[in-house]
Every structure is written in C-alpha cells, then in structure tokens.
C-alpha cells in the first residue's frame, strides 16, 4: 500500500497517540469519531514518561482560486489547527517558509497548491467549510513530511483557537501526538495514558495507530479521510478519526 508511507510519516516523530474511538454516521456512509476534551492534553504532558504532546484539530477546508472557483473536488481539502506558540517537532505538517498562522485572519498552504495557484506570503486566499467562503492572509507554506502535498488534497493550516471556533471543537482536539522520554517503552508510557482517558477516547501506539489507518484504507474507507486523521491536525478533513 503506497499510503503506509503517509501513515508512517504522520507519526514518525511520536510514541503514541491519542483519539475518540466513538464512531457517528456522518450520514454520507462514513463513520467518524468526535473530538476529544482538550483538557487531555495537560494531563499527558503532566506524565512523568511524557517528554512532548501536542494536540490538533483535523477537518476539511476547500480554498478558491483567484476567480473564486473551488480547488479540487469535495472532501479533497485537508485542514489542520495547530497551537503556533507549541513546539511542532510532532507535526507531520512543516514550515517550508513563512510563519505559522496566528488568529482568525491568517493561514498556512501546501507548497504545490501555492505554486499552482501562484500564491505567495503575504497574498490573501479564499477558503470554505460548511459555512461561506471566508479571506485569510498567507502566512506561510507548508509540506506533508518531506513531500510538496498529498496527491490532489490541499493542505489548509490555521491556529489551533481559530480552527477550534471553525468546526464548532471549543476546548476540543481530534489528536493528540505524544512523545516518551528516552528510556520509557511504548507500554510503559500507554499504561501512564489510559488511565487519564474517557472510556470513548483511546490511545495506541504510533506504530499500531499507522496500521490501523492503514487496514482501515485497506478495508475500503476513502484514503483522504485517513490522512486527515494522520494530521492531527489530521480528521485530514471533517472529522479526526475514522474507525
């Protein structure tokens, strides 16, 4: 499966991570898994195994071209909310150039939408979600891992708060990557995680989380959905965890 690859990437930097395992039926046959309090989040950095954890948001976001078309097809969008002021060494999602987003008016986009586009920092994008399209400064441009984009999906980053306000996931996060201290195994640092978790929300391995995404896509689950969910940023779109 090429998207292994993805998977792995998603979560090369971390031990763990952390989602909702409650599927809902969007109603458009895919099941997702809602977000999470983000108050999670200080408890495992708290963790005496704990060296890092960030959190994210994941949903779908379609940008406009200059003549206010959309780009790509629907569900092609990946959006990921991520705390600029975090350290963002678990971050599939790089800075290539320019800042993290900051506030409600700026955003982050992938490499290849910017060169196709002719987008550049400081330009000013259209992007949409359910609701109308809305005008966001670029602040930055932005890479999956080591690679420009993700096949046709564009790659939309915006701050954590602003993302949160977005999707409706005030004080909520769809993911959360975690990193051991150095001598701490993967079992020891999950039996320091469980017990702070609700009985819908999971925790699992970065390797198991990667061949789980992976088996899912494998089952026949629409592969986007998948990396969104990789992003932690990553529902890659409209959603965090597919199950």
């Given amino acids: 499966n090429i998207l292994d690859g993805v998977y792995s990437e998603s979560y090369k930097t971390s031990d763990a991570v952390i989602s909702s395992e409650e599927a809902v039926n ?11 309090s983000a108050d999670v989040l200080s408890k495992v950095e708290s963790l005496p195994g704990v060296s890092l954890a960030q959190g994210s948001i994941d949903d779908q976001v379609r940008l406009v071209d200059e003549n206010g078309d959309a780009l ?17 060494s ?18 982050a986009i992938d490499k290849t939408t910017a060169e196709k586009q002719h987008f550049q920092i400081g330009d000013t ?21 080591s690679i420009d984009s993700i096949g046709s999906a564009t790659i939309t980053v915006f701050d954590l708060r602003t993302a949160q306000r977005l999707f409706a996931k005030q004080g909520k996060l769809d993911l959360i ?16 995680i469980r ?36 992003f932690g940023g990553i529902a890659l779109f409209v959603g965090s965890f597919v199950i």
């Fill in 26 to 36: 969007t109603g458009d046959d895919t099941r997702e898994a809602p977000a999470f």
């Fill in 90 to 107: 678990l971050n599939p999602v790089k800075l290539v150039t320019g800042q993290w987003p900051r506030g409600d008016g700026q955003v």
């Fill in 177 to 192: 990557r975690v990193q051991a201290k150095d001598g701490v195994s993967d079992a020891e640092l999950l039996g320091q």
């Fill in 195 to 230: 017990p702070l978790l609700s009985a819908t929300t999971q925790v699992k391995s970065a390797a198991a989380q990667a061949s789980s995404d992976s088996k899912d896509d494998q089952a026949g689950t629409d592969a986007l959905k998948y990396l969104l969910i990789g």
């Fill in 72 to 88: 790509g097809k629907a569900g092609n969008g990946t959006a990921v909310g991520v705390d600029p002021s975090a350290d963002q």
């Fill in 125 to 145: 994008v259209g992007a949409f979600g359910e609701g109308p399209v809305q005008r966001y400064r670029v602040s930055g441009i932005v890479r999956f891992g």
